[in-house]
């Protein structure tokens, strides 16, 4: 299997039916968010993922040239890199390839946005907490039947609420089914954010 570090946790139920693909922020590693998915479904099975770029030591999932300006190259090689490793941990894990869903943060959310771009047949669903626009695909692929929240804050200083929107209606015109909730905070992520996600979680997954 492709040499991300990652951390696999079984679902309680036996059957690895759903999956969280959990996706870190800057800084972070494979185990940040392994909390938030029990709490999100806690009978899904988890694979919490590693970036492998270093940046100033911090892990991340593609390089950037600076703040919100993205190594497109780099980011295109990494979306399709995870996308086969995601490919080959469901093999190797025995996952419902049909039930994939991508948790991601910051970081995480960008190359979760860029998977459902380039690569639409890897995640059911989404959730893209503090998200952007990664890139501007060449032909807007097929996310029909494909379910996406994503979670911004308007006063975020790394990412414009108009960036947010712009997104948001990139993975409309592609089919998905898309619910953004803004609320008025900054980077960080809410207790009410939070709560708002485990309910849509709980329908969708």
């Known amino acids: 299997m492709a040499d991300f570090i990652h951390r696999f946790i079984p679902s309680k139920t036996g059957r690895n039916d759903t999956t969280l693909v959990l996706l870190h922020g800057t800084g972070g590693n494979e185990e940040d968010l392994l909390p938030l998915g029990q709490f999100l479904a806690p009978e899904a099975a988890l694979l919490g993922v590693r970036g492998k770029v270093l940046e100033g030591g911090m892990p991340r999932f593609f390089r950037r040239l600076a703040e919100g300006v993205f190594d497109e190259a780099d980011l295109i090689f990494r979306t399709?890199?995870?996308?086969?490793?995601?490919?080959?941990?469901?093999?190797?894990?025995?996952?419902?390839?049909?039930?994939?869903?991508?948790?991601?943060?910051?970081?995480?959310?960008?190359?979760?946005?860029?998977?459902?771009?380039?690569e639409p047949e890897v995640f059911s669903s989404a959730v893209l907490l503090r998200a952007m626009v990664p890139l501007e695909p060449e032909e807007y692929p097929n996310l029909q039947g494909k379910k996406v929240l994503m979670q911004c804050g308007r006063q975020d200083p790394i990412i414009a609420p108009e960036n947010s929107e712009r997104l948001a209606a990139l993975l409309k015109m592609s089919g998905a089914d898309v619910t953004v909730h803004f609320s008025n905070s900054g980077h960080g992520l809410t207790n009410p954010e939070l709560a708002q996600a485990q309910a849509w979680v709980g329908k969708v997954v």
Do not use: C, K, P, Q
Not at 81 to 103: C, G, H, K
Not at 105 to 116: E, K, R, T, V
């Open 80 to 118: 399709h890199e995870l996308a086969r490793f995601i490919d080959e941990a469901a093999s190797t894990y025995e996952l419902n390839r049909a039930r994939l869903t991508a948790v991601g943060y910051s970081n995480g959310a960008n190359i979760a946005a860029s998977i459902l771009l380039l």
